[in-house]
């Protein structure tokens, strides 16, 4: 399918079903092939993004004492400004994955560590990162993976989790967004998260 006829169907198909209109997962796949071409690092490496991002790393690194050698992985790392910016924080241990190969390559010729992985089956051991993260991810994950996602958030994490999503009180699905309530879906999944700024943060392990 070309990428004229993708974006064409689904404005036809959101105008006959408004917000009942759902990617399918397929399509979620093909939005984010299309996407995460190398345009896409463009939008994400503004000065404003960057200084936001800045600032929300400041306010983690507050309440969460992490030592500069602590491992460190960004679900979903996109062009990779979030690894950088934990780089010139001096973290130097540190990975990505993510599942456009386009930006997967364009980090690694960043000299950043980050592989092509689909975050709902992560090719990583038990407890192998001290903190687990991601920033505006979880909303492209559809209903039918959010649960695993989060499982193997929090299964690979050693000591923290870092959700930088937005949570909804109410749930609604539209094209390719998915507003969840995560605080509910994680106390379900048995987790006490707590609200810190920009991010939703729950400890794997006690202090």
Not at 58 to 81: H, M, Q, T, W, Y
């Amino acid at each position: 399918m070309g990428e004229r006829w993708f974006f064409f169907k689904h404005r036809i198909l959101s105008k006959i079903l408004g917000k009942s209109h759902v990617y399918s997962e397929a399509d979620q796949k093909m939005l984010w092939k299309i996407r995460g071409g190398e345009n896409y690092s463009f939008e994400s490496e503004t000065a404003e993004s960057k200084e936001f991002a800045r600032k929300f790393f400041s306010e983690l690194f507050e309440k969460v004492n992490l030592p500069k050698d602590a491992s460190i992985i960004e679900l979903g790392c996109g062009s990779g400004r979030n690894l950088l910016i934990l780089k010139e924080m001096g973290y130097a241990n540190l990975k990505g994955v993510d599942f456009s190969q386009t930006q997967v390559e364009l980090c690694r010729n960043l000299g950043l560590d980050v592989s092509q992985m689909d975050i709902s089956a992560l090719e990583f051991p038990d407890r192998d990162f001290d903190l687990v993260f991601t920033n505006s991810v979880l909303l492209h994950v559809p209903p039918s993976k959010i649960e695993t996602v989060m499982k193997e958030a929090v299964r690979i994490a050693r000591k923290i989790v870092a959700f930088r999503e937005n949570t909804y009180d109410k749930e609604e699905f539209s094209g390719h967004v998915y507003k969840y309530d995560y605080f509910k879906r994680l106390s379900d999944l048995g987790f006490e998260p707590v609200g810190l700024g920009e991010f939703i943060l729950f400890r794997v392990t006690p202090d």
